[in-house]
Every structure is written in C-alpha cells, then in structure tokens.
Nanobody
Framework: QVHLAESGGGSVQTGGSLTLSCAIS????????VAWFRQAPGKEREGVAS????????RYSDSVRGRVIMRQDRAKNTLTLHMNSLKPEDTAMYYC???????????????????WGQGTQVAVSS
C-alpha cells in the first residue's frame, strides 16, 4: 500500500512559478515509478513528468519540457515539481501517482497507476 499527499498548488499569473510537493509513504517496492499528472476540466488526465528505474530516469511531456523539473528525494520520501514560465493552459488539478514499475513508453498511462494522491489545484491567469 502506498499513500500520496500533494501540496503547493495555488494561483499565479502567466509567467509565474510554482512548486508542488508530494509526500509518499508505504511500500517502496510498489512505487519505483512515480509521476505527476494533471487534469483540466473536460479533458483527459495527462502525464506531466515521471521518475523511475530507481530514480535514474526522468521523463517529461512535450507540453512542459524545458519549463518543469521533477525531483525525488528518497531520504525524505518526497517528490517535487518545479514549474516555471507558467501558462493559462497549465491550469489543472495536479496529481502525484505511483506504480511498481514503468518504462519510457508506459509512464504516461494513468490507468496503469495504482496509487494516487487527492490532487492540488493550479490556476494560471492571463
């Protein structure tokens, strides 16, 4: 069993920055693959970034690459998502998620994640 809890969402203006955090607890063998997803109203849940293979691999979606950095602190059992140059289209509920494993081809599939946090809202105004 893995528990995840996000924090750090809020409202910013276009071009601003936010850092989201996710506290992870539970079975580490069930959470080698951790990821951030987001879901805007009326849209499908979208993978934003992922860390897997024991923390050695990081992947980003095309929509955020170059503006977002995902980090994992294994000692503190936390994930962070540093977001810069935010745009109105980044407005969404952001979730952290975990699964036992993933690859560069599968990390972005939300249906394959077993554990989810409750989400934190990010709103970017123009």
């Amino acid at each position: 069993q893995v528990h995840l809890a996000e924090s750090g969402g809020g409202s910013v203006q276009t071009g601003g920055s936010l850092t989201l955090s996710c506290a992870i607890s539970g079975d580490s063998s069930s959470s080698d693959c951790v990821a951030w997803f987001r879901q805007a109203p009326g849209k499908e849940r979208e993978g934003v970034a992922s860390i897997y293979y024991g923390g050695s691999m990081t992947r980003y979606s095309d929509s955020v690459r170059g503006r977002v950095i995902m980090r994992q602190d294994r000692a503190k059992n936390t994930l962070t998502l540093h977001m810069n140059s935010l745009k109105p289209e980044d407005t969404a509920m952001y979730y952290c998620a975990a699964r036992s494993s993933c690859t560069q081809y599968t990390w972005g599939r939300p249906d394959e994640y077993m554990y989810w946090g409750q989400g934190t809202q990010v709103a970017v105004s123009s």
